[in-house]
Nanobody, 122 residues
Framework: VQLQASGGGLVQAGDSLRLSCTAS????????VGWFRQAPGKEREFVAG????????HYADAVKDRFTISRDNAKITVYLRMNSLKPEDTAVYYC????????????????WGPGTHVTVSS
């Protein structure tokens, strides 16, 4: 399976974006999916994760109450809605799939897609 993230762009502080992570085939619905980001000069960090059943989600403290992760298994797509964007949200955003827990750990994801760039200007 391959994952493709899209929806990044250049926005101003306070704006919103919706990122999409689409899989190449339907078994996506049986995997947990996580969003991670990597800012220039920094390590990749967890942003949000969603259980394969779509019920359980987890967020990094830095994005809680601003970002929402959701999934549409019929469309084999996971979304990351990002509201009230801040300059510190600027990063390359990656999606990944896996079956292990916790959702916050990069080592629990086996397939990664290429990232999509998000730039938030002040």
């Amino acid at each position: 399976v391959q994952l493709q993230a899209s929806g990044g762009g250049l926005v101003q502080a306070g704006d919103s974006l919706r990122l999409s992570c689409t899989a190449s085939r339907g078994t996506f619905s049986t995997y947990n999916v996580g969003w991670f980001r990597q800012a220039p000069g920094k390590e990749r960090e967890f942003v949000a994760g969603i259980h394969w059943n779509g019920v359980s989600t987890h967020y990094a403290d830095a994005v809680k109450d601003r970002f929402t992760i959701s999934r549409d298994n019929a469309k084999i797509t996971v979304y990351l809605r990002m509201n009230s964007l801040k300059p510190e949200d600027t990063a390359v955003y990656y999606c990944a799939q896996g079956r292990r827990f916790p959702l916050t750990s990069m080592t629990n994801y086996d397939v990664w897609g290429p990232g999509t760039h998000v730039t938030v200007s002040s």
